[in-house]
């Protein structure tokens, strides 16, 4: 990205704070133009001929930018699709993970394409496997909406699923399990009121033993204890 004096080319078009183009324009007399708005010329199209330049400030058209990808990054999120597997004969234990795996996708700006899948003889008991699919949609209804009804193809039931809009979607449950994990208030004063370096506990001095007094160490005799030193 080209600002100012870092721009190369001979003549550019400029377009200015309002959006709106201004013409064709000699290097010099754009950085004029941007200097009497009080912005910087900024080269947004470089291989455009003439190059495109725009009057802004630098530090605002960072911003747009920014604000342009996290956009995109979204839009991305929302064409990402995770699938979830369903059996007829599925525990509820079972089921309440994938819900839950289910619901941590849509509330990522996810899809989430439901699969029911028979085998062997619960191909006779399609009605079982329906049953499955209307309680999925009746838990994750708070987060997500199906784009059709589920249909039966070859042997499983398909479902895809969108995520509502962050302004019409409920919390993800495991955020609100994590606020109830607060330290309680009468633990936090308890540590407030401890020291946090309690002062260590001296041992008492030793009271100093004349040498000739001090009991000979082990049981070898020194040669020089009986040694009168005038």
Same mark, same amino acid.
């Given at each position: 990205?080209?600002?100012?004096?870092?721009?190369?080319?001979? $003549?550019?078009?400029?377009?200015?704070?309002?959006?709106?183009?201004?013409?064709? #324009?000699? !290097?010099?007399?754009?950085?004029?133009? /941007?200097?009497?708005?009080?912005? =910087?010329?900024?080269?947004?199209?470089?291989?455009?001929?003439?190059?495109?330049?725009?009057?802004?400030?630098?530090?605002? #058209?960072?911003?747009?930018?920014?604000?342009? %990808?996290?956009?995109?990054?979204? @839009?991305?999120?929302?064409?990402?699709?995770?699938?979830?597997?369903?059996?007829?004969?599925? =525990?509820?234990? $079972? !089921?309440?993970?994938? !819900?839950?795996? /289910?619901?941590? +996708?849509?509330?990522? $700006?996810?899809?989430?394409?439901? *699969?029911?899948?028979?085998?062997?003889?619960?191909?006779? @008991?399609? %009605?079982?496997? #329906?049953?499955?699919?209307?309680?999925?949609? /009746? =838990?994750?209804?708070? #987060?997500?909406?199906?784009? +059709?009804?589920?249909? &039966?193809?070859?042997?499983?039931?398909? &479902?895809?699923?969108?995520?509502?809009?962050?302004?019409?979607?409920?919390?993800?449950?495991?955020?609100? &399990?994590?606020?109830? @994990?607060?330290?309680?208030?009468? $633990?936090?004063?308890?540590?407030?009121?401890?020291?946090?370096?309690?002062? /260590?506990?001296? *041992?008492?001095?030793?009271?100093?033993?004349?040498?000739? %007094?001090?009991?000979?160490?082990?049981?070898?005799?020194?040669?020089?204890?009986?040694?009168?030193?005038?």
């Amino acid at each position: 990205m080209r600002v100012n004096g870092k721009i190369r080319a001979r $003549d550019v078009r400029v377009i200015g704070p309002d959006h709106k183009q201004l013409g064709v #324009f000699p !290097l010099n007399e754009a950085l004029n133009l /941007a200097r009497q708005h009080g912005v =910087d010329l900024v080269e947004i199209s470089p291989n455009a001929v003439p190059p495109v330049c725009r009057l802004i400030e630098i530090g605002k #058209f960072r911003y747009e930018l920014a604000k342009k %990808e996290k956009e995109s990054r979204k @839009h991305q999120h929302a064409s990402t699709v995770k699938e979830v597997q369903l059996s007829p004969r599925i =525990d509820p234990h $079972d !089921l309440g993970i994938k !819900l839950q795996h /289910a619901i941590n +996708f849509l509330c990522e $700006d996810m899809k989430v394409k439901v *699969a029911l899948k028979f085998r062997g003889r619960e191909n006779a @008991h399609t %009605e079982i496997g #329906f049953e499955v699919i209307k309680k999925f949609i /009746a =838990d994750i209804t708070p #987060f997500g909406h199906p784009d +059709f009804q589920p249909k &039966l193809v070859g042997k499983a039931i398909n &479902l895809m699923i969108s995520p509502h809009p962050r302004n019409k979607r409920a919390k993800n449950p495991r955020l609100e &399990l994590g606020e109830l @994990h607060e330290p309680d208030i009468e $633990d936090d004063e308890a540590d407030e009121a401890a020291p946090e370096n309690p002062p /260590a506990q001296t *041992a008492p001095a030793k009271a100093k033993v004349p040498v000739n %007094e001090q009991p000979q160490s082990g049981g070898l005799n020194n040669p020089f204890a009986g040694l009168e030193i005038k």
